[in-house]
């Protein structure tokens, strides 16, 4: 089983900067997808970020069209952890951030999808005041 453990979250006013991070424990793989959705009040979660990994072959990153030039996906496989730096944060960011999992790489936008996944985390608060 995978675990997932999201932290950083918290309060930032427009225009500042914050960095979540995942700490994945558990099995490991050589091919995964890692990804950040985010859930605001009312709404649907939605696709954030996500990186591909396959062994001997170099990481991808994707961005949702909402976060791109501001956010930056990235991973550290000796700590097993994701990070999601986002800066020049907007009160529409606001949300509770969600790491997930895929045991496998994913093609072809798949990486944008929830049920793609098979592992969640519990979720952290980002809260952007204008």
């Known amino acids: 089983q995978v675990q997932l453990v999201e932290s950083g979250g918290g309060l930032v006013q427009a225009g500042g900067s914050l960095r979540v991070s995942c700490a994945a424990s558990g099995r490991t793989f050589s091919s995964y997808t890692m990804g950040w959705f985010r859930q605001a009040p009312g709404k649907e979660r939605e696709f954030v970020a996500a990186i591909t990994s396959s062994s001997g072959r170099p990481h991808y990153n994707y961005y949702a069209s909402s976060v791109e030039g501001r956010f930056t996906i990235s991973g550290d496989n000796a700590k097993n952890a994701v990070y999601l730096q986002m800066n020049s944060l907007e009160p529409e960011d606001t949300a509770v951030y969600y790491c997930?999992?895929?045991?496998?790489?994913?093609?072809?936008?798949?990486?944008?999808?929830?049920?793609?996944?098979?592992?969640w985390g519990q979720g952290t608060q980002v809260t952007v005041s204008s």
């Open positions: 997930a999992a895929a045991e496998r790489r994913l093609y072809g936008g798949s990486w944008a999808t929830l049920s793609a996944y098979d592992h």
